[in-house]
């Protein structure tokens, strides 16, 4: 089984529509959590953090479940510059404390 | 401010060829990661480096790939030699802190192996 999974989509949406991503993690001594985006041919770049309570930034709500060890990202009204893959990411403690996990990533489509 | 800097951007290369790939990480950070991304496997940690020192290379394919930091705004990865199946992207990022909230990634280096 993978570290970190995600349904690699395509998700084909029409514009203003709300689509959700989830992305399940196996170690559950998992500490922190993430969401990146990577548009073709680009670098990934960082979306955001995903906090234990949940967080909101804009049309974008990252949830986290513990129990259930996986991630979401909820993106409201959604644009067709919302159109990129969006990859999720996993910091695990380790002994060198700095390792980041990353799933295959999720392609999000938008379209008029 | 200058972001973490990648050379070759683009390589193509014969199988068996030596391919040795450039970072500069982002000035002040101490964390400098390797990842290799591919449609199958997607974006895998390589090695990563603390203060210059390698801390994780379990990442690190085979014998063939090694990764060097001689000093804090320098990296190099090498395939020696190269096979068709290297041929990915390969990112170089950087981190300043410890808990890796954010890690700041270059543009890459485009990789064909024929």
């Known amino acids: 089984r993978k570290e970190v999974e995600q349904d690699p989509g395509p998700f084909n949406v029409p514009e203003g529509a709300t689509v959700a991503f989830n992305c399940t993690y196996s170690?559950?001594?998992?500490?922190?959590f993430f969401w990146y985006r990577q548009d073709c041919r680009k670098e990934p770049k960082l979306l955001m953090s995903v906090y234990s309570s949940g967080n909101e930034d804009g049309r974008f709500t990252a949830q986290l479940n513990r129990a259930s060890q996986y991630i979401s990202l909820l993106i409201r009204d959604s644009k067709l510059s919302d159109s990129a893959t969006y990859l999720c990411?996993?910091?695990?403690?380790?002994?060198?404390?700095?390792?980041?996990?990353f799933g295959t990533g999720t392609q999000l489509k938008v379209e008029l | 401010d200058a972001g973490v800097i990648q050379s070759p951007r683009h390589e193509v290369t014969e199988m068996g060829q030596e391919v040795t790939l450039r970072c500069k990480p982002i000035?002040?950070?101490?964390?400098l990661f390797w990842y290799r991304q591919t449609m199958m496997r997607g974006l895998e940690l390589l090695i990563y480096f603390n203060n210059n020192v390698p801390i994780d290379d379990s990442g690190m394919p085979e014998d063939r790939f090694s990764a060097k930091m001689p000093n804090a705004s320098f990296s190099t990865l090498k395939i020696q030699p190269s096979e068709p199946r290297d041929s990915a992207v390969y990112f170089c990022?950087?981190?300043?802190?410890?808990?890796?909230?954010?890690?700041?990634f270059g543009e890459g280096s485009w990789l064909t192996v024929v």
């Open positions: 990411a996993v910091k695990e403690l380790t002994g060198g404390g700095n390792k980041l996990t």
């Open positions: 990022a950087s981190s300043s802190d410890r808990l890796a909230n954010t890690i700041y």
């Open positions: 170690n559950s001594a998992s500490q922190s």
């Open positions: 000035s002040g950070h101490d964390y």
